[in-house]
Each structure stands twice: as structure tokens, then as C-alpha cells.
């Protein structure tokens, strides 16, 4: 089904039993978690860099940056490389559960009462169907 002018697609991920998106055409690749090196001085929530043929990319531990607990390695949890402002991106997640298409009219902007990483992460909030997709 092609995607029409008022649709975007999303790559679904978990973190903590919640659900969230990031724009398609943001993800290079989803590959499984590779060992990481450390990096002195770097936030707790960069769980340090990995090589992918070639490039050094960094990974957060996005439970950690969204103030949960480490994450658990499991044989669900991804990595998802995103490039952001030109520099390629790990994004360390528990599971990613599916490619979904959202109507643009679907998608309303944060609340203003949300604190913290809403500037920053937020974009929007999707409606589909019950469930809220930040």
C-alpha cells in the first residue's frame, strides 16, 4: 500500500513496556546489540561506541536517558541506527515491534506540561487506534 501525502511511516519500538516511534526515513538500520567500548566521561546513558564497517558510532541506552534502568540485554533488544543532523546514531532498545503507517492528522504535538526531554526527543504524540506513540 503506498504511503499518501498526509502519511508517515514510523519504526515502533519499546522501552519499559512503552511504545515509540521514530521517523522511518531517520533509521539506517536495526541490527542486534554488539559489545561497545566504554568512553571516559561521557554521560551514564552513552553505553559507548561501536564500530560498524568502518564508522564509530555512538550508543545511548535510551532507558537510561529517559531516567529508567539500565537496559537488560535480551535476544529482543536492537539497536537502531538513526542519522541525526548528519552523524549516524545507536539507539539501544528493548524490542522493535513493527513499521506502522500514521496519518499525519493522527499525530498532535506534546503536551507543554511535559518536563524534561520534550524539546529535545518529543516531536509528537500518535493516536492509533488505543494506543499513544510518543
Known sequence: MPLHAGMMQFVIFSISDEEFAIDIKKVKEII???QST????????IQGVINLRGDVIPVIDLRKRFGFDATEVT?????????????LLGLLVDAVIEVLRIDNEAIEPPPNNIAGLKSECISGIGKVDERLLI
Open 32 to 34: 542486534r546489540v554488539r
Open 75 to 87: 535476544n529482543e533488544t536492537r539497536t537502531v541506527i538513526v542519522e541525526m543532523k548528519g552523524d
Open 38 to 45: 566504554r568512553v571516559p566521561r561521557a554521560p551514564s546513558f
